[in-house]
């Protein structure tokens, strides 16, 4: 059974920095997709970020791009957010996601599986 477990998230001043894990297991995931998305109150959830797990390729939403860094460590089986300049807007539980396949997608849909989510709050 696919386990994604996401950790990192807590409380942090606008422009801080906080490093989100997400740790897959239940089978080997060479052959996927792994995303970020983010939800905020009263709000859908949204594409943050994805790596493909074989060829290393990603995609970013607009407005992370050059503060937030998807990548992954194989050995580990985990998939890391570092994310830089952190600012109020970015507040919003943040849940790692996997999808069969090389493409990366950014609608939630078409994703399989989903961790639990971890909270991420910026203090202005």
């Known amino acids: 059974q696919v386990q994604l477990v996401e950790s990192g998230g807590g409380l942090v001043q606008a422009g801080g920095s906080l490093r989100l894990s997400c740790a897959a297991s239940?089978?080997?995931?060479?052959?996927?997709?792994m995303g970020w998305f983010r939800q905020a109150p009263g709000l859908e959830r949204e594409f943050v970020a994805a790596?493909?797990?074989?060829?290393?390729?990603?995609s970013y939403l607009d407005s992370v791009k050059g503060r937030f860094t998807i990548s992954t460590d194989n050995a580990k089986n985990t998939v890391y957010l570092q994310m830089n300049s952190l600012k109020p807007e970015d507040t919003a539980v943040y849940y790692c996601?996997?999808?069969?396949?090389?493409?990366?997608?950014?609608?939630?849909?078409?994703?399989?599986?989903w961790g639990q989510g971890t909270q991420v709050t910026v203090a202005s």
């Open positions: 996601a996997a999808r069969r396949g090389d493409v990366i997608l950014t609608r939630r849909y078409v994703y399989d599986y």
């Open positions: 239940g089978r080997t995931f060479s052959s996927y997709v």
């Open positions: 790596v493909s797990w074989s060829g290393g390729r990603t």
